[in-house]
């Protein structure tokens, strides 16, 4: 397992240089005597004006299903449960002409997780908006030993408004998140960007139906 520990420290220095933040508690690197899988995938932003989500801070929040209470979480609590994984959108693994969006890559014991909160951060110019899921998204997968288990990519997309003065549409400050799954794209990054982990088969965990203000579907066209 060292070579895991490893490589996990080698990638917590590469997500905060490549402006990825990840936050990931203790418990979940004392990995020494634990099975271990990876959690895959993507966080990015739509490029497109007026609906750019480039300047959005957006967060996913993971935790241990068994970790979950119906008490509200102390701040002790979220320090030492919670996973969270933060982008604003300054450097991209990927780019095309519609979004931008950077590949995850988690060493997690091997166990049942869920998101259970997004937020997103943003600014109209004026004033600066915090959103985030007020119920539990309870958005399960599962981690297996020696898998990549690939929860797809959430693209954040700015809400549009329209100025009464001009007659001009502008992001609004606010957004929300479009998930949906582009395995042909991140399974090749995956292995661009983690050469050390070729034995690693990659798989698709499917999340359950989200219904939610913040989240949407994804559909793409063909």
């Given at each position: 397992?060292?070579?895991?520990?490893?490589?996990?420290?080698?990638?917590?220095?590469?997500?905060?240089?490549?402006?990825?933040?990840?936050?990931?508690?203790?418990?979940?690197?004392?990995?020494?005597?634990?099975?271990?899988?990876?959690?895959?995938?993507?966080?990015?932003?739509?490029?497109?004006?007026?609906?750019?989500?480039?300047?959005?801070?957006?967060?996913?929040?993971?935790?241990?299903?068994?970790?979950?209470?119906?008490?509200?979480?102390?701040?002790?609590?979220?320090?030492?449960?919670?996973?969270?994984?933060?982008?604003?959108?300054?450097?991209?693994?990927?780019?095309?002409?519609?979004?931008?969006?950077?590949?995850?890559?988690?060493?997690?014991?091997?166990?049942?997780?869920?998101?259970?909160?997004?937020?997103?951060?943003?600014?109209?110019?004026?004033?600066?908006f915090t959103q985030k899921t007020d119920e539990d998204l309870s958005l399960k997968f599962e981690i297996t030993a020696a898998n990549a288990s690939y929860i797809g990519e959430f693209i954040a997309k700015?809400?549009?408004?329209?100025?009464?003065?001009?007659?001009?549409?502008?992001?609004?400050?606010?957004?929300?998140?479009?998930?949906?799954?582009?395995?042909?794209?991140?399974?090749?990054?995956?292995?661009?960007?983690?050469?050390?982990?070729?034995?690693?088969?990659?798989?698709?965990?499917?999340?359950?139906?989200?219904?939610?203000?913040?989240?949407?579907?994804?559909?793409?066209?063909?």
């Open positions: 397992m060292r070579y895991l520990f490893i490589y996990f420290c080698s990638l917590m220095l590469l997500g905060c240089s490549s402006g990825l933040k990840v936050s990931i508690p203790d418990k979940y690197t004392d990995t020494q005597n634990q099975s271990i899988g990876f959690l895959v995938g993507t966080l990015g932003a739509t490029t497109v004006w007026p609906s750019t989500g480039e300047t959005l801070v957006t967060t996913l929040h993971i935790r241990e299903v068994s970790t979950r209470s119906s008490i509200l979480m102390s701040d002790y609590d979220i320090e030492n449960e919670v996973i969270t994984l933060t982008n604003e959108n300054q450097h991209f693994d990927f780019k095309n002409e519609k979004e931008i969006g950077q590949l995850f890559t988690l060493p997690l014991p091997v166990g049942e997780y869920e998101i259970f909160q997004v937020t997103i951060k943003g600014s109209n110019g004026n004033q600066t700015s809400r549009v408004a329209e100025s009464q003065l001009w007659n001009l549409k502008f992001p609004s400050g606010y957004g929300y998140f479009l998930h949906g799954y582009n395995k042909a794209r991140d399974e090749v990054l995956f292995y661009e960007l983690n050469p050390q982990l070729t034995d690693i088969q990659f798989d698709v965990k499917t999340l359950a139906t989200i219904k939610n203000r913040l989240i949407y579907t994804k559909i793409h066209k063909s």
